[in-house]
């Protein structure tokens, strides 16, 4: 357990607990230094991402863990829930450690982060966070230990805003912050369509993502107009996607075609199709795929995801700290606290988390852009939609700055 705190102090003129004066400090590259002493105990190094430059990590200070944590009156205690060690302890650490750095960059005044890890048993820290008098949970990472957390939150009437994207463990108290493809495909037939694509297809993989995303294209291609003339599902390798290709052709004409797997099967299926007129689209999973513009076949795909300027400034304070650069699902974390510091502004010492404010319309600004929860509780986010070219990507519709 790893805790960080930063007791009541002056309002800061750059970045105060409003998420809006982030966006100057991101964007003019500054940092900001607290005034106040900060309180870090037994917190781990991140992991390395993978796919980028190897840093040595530096241990950041330790200091003993103390049993139990001392009474704060005047400090709202925050649970971040993550896996800080077994098989996924670099991204949950990752996190932590952003959620550190956003409490680090913005004062974080009245608020303590605690970090439990779910490694060891997400529904025993979930006991221990409620032990501990935390009021919110962020996290956990893993839907498993979302369904494990959610029932020991809900009987204590502690909201939790976990960082999945399996959206059947949204709920009743529970709020989903995790990139899911409805957001992703939605955005991206969207512009399709203004483009004049009228007849979609679509090859999904086989499981639950290859499900969440056909079903988000029948509603996205119904919403924007269109037609939808069939989906494929595909395993992986090159006999399953010549199949794919096969029953695609049996369709007739579709002017554009989603391939809602990784960059690279897209890649391998892209040369197969017959329609060499379709406009390719993707989801957001290409976003963490390098090399998408070696591929000719993907030249003038389209694919919709979060603006990363933000998040590569961040990256450079991470770095700077922790010794290692973040994995990509660390911002998460950092806007987790982001948003409870704009709604801690209104919270009462004493009083239960004002979780209505979650449902804000709109929305909350971050390091992704834009967000907010839809009545199922799941974030939507205003994303940008990149098109693949030789020498990368490029920017073909930037993101909303907000919604209507």
Excluded at 13 to 32: H, K
Excluded at 246 to 252: E, K, M, P, V
Excluded at 268 to 275: D, E, Y
Aim: glycine share 10%; with cysteine; hydrophobic share 45%.
């Amino acid at each position: 357990m790893a805790e960080l705190s930063q007791g009541p102090q002056a309002r800061r003129a750059l970045l105060g607990v409003g998420a809006a004066a982030l966006f100057a400090l991101t964007l003019t590259g500054c940092e900001l230094v607290p005034s106040a002493p900060v309180v870090v105990a037994a917190l781990p190094p991140a992991q390395t991402a993978e796919a980028q430059p190897p840093v040595q990590p530096q241990a950041p200070p330790t200091l003993p863990v103390q049993p139990t944590l001392p009474a704060d009156a005047s400090l709202h205690r925050i649970a971040v829930l993550v896996p800080t060690s077994g098989a996924n302890a670099g991204v949950g650490q990752s996190i932590a450690n952003a959620a550190n750095l956003a409490l680090l960059d913005t004062g974080g005044e009245r608020i303590r982060i605690t970090i439990y890890d779910t490694a060891k048993g997400a529904a025993g820290a979930a006991a221990k966070a409620l032990a501990d008098g935390n009021g919110l949970f962020l996290g956990p990472l893993l839907a498993e230990d979302v369904r494990a957390v959610a029932p020991v939150a809900r009987r204590a009437g502690i909201p939790v805003v976990a960082f999945s994207n399996d959206t059947t463990v949204a709920a009743s108290g529970v709020y989903l912050m995790g990139f899911t493809p409805a957001n992703s495909v939605a955005r991206v037939v969207e512009l399709a369509r203004s483009a004049g694509a009228r007849r979609f297809a679509s090859v999904v993989p086989e499981g639950v993502y290859g499900r969440r995303a056909s079903e988000a294209l029948v509603r996205a291609v119904a919403r924007a107009g269109g037609t939808l003339v069939g989906t494929v599902p595909a395993g992986h390798g090159s006999v399953a996607l010549r199949s794919a290709a096969t029953r695609l052709a049996s369709f007739g004409d579709y002017d554009a075609l989603l391939i809602a797997d990784g960059g690279r099967d897209a890649a391998a299926l892209a040369p197969m199709l017959r329609s060499s007129d379709a406009r390719i689209l993707g989801t957001e999973l290409w976003a963490a795929e390098e090399g998408l513009g070696a591929a000719p076949a993907l030249h003038g795909a389209w694919y919709a995801a979060p603006s990363d300027s933000m998040f590569n400034q961040m990256r450079n304070r991470y770095r700077a700290r922790y010794g290692a650069n973040p994995y990509r699902l660390a911002s998460l974390g950092y806007d987790a606290v982001l948003m409870t510091l704009r709604i801690a502004r209104d919270w009462q010492p004493g009083r239960p988390f004002p979780e209505g404010e979650l449902r804000s319309s709109r929305g909350f600004p971050g390091l992704d852009g834009p967000f907010r929860f839809d009545d199922q509780g799941v974030a939507e986010r205003a994303l940008e939609v990149r098109e693949v070219t030789a020498q990368g990507t490029v920017i073909v519709s930037p993101a909303p700055r907000g919604f209507d």
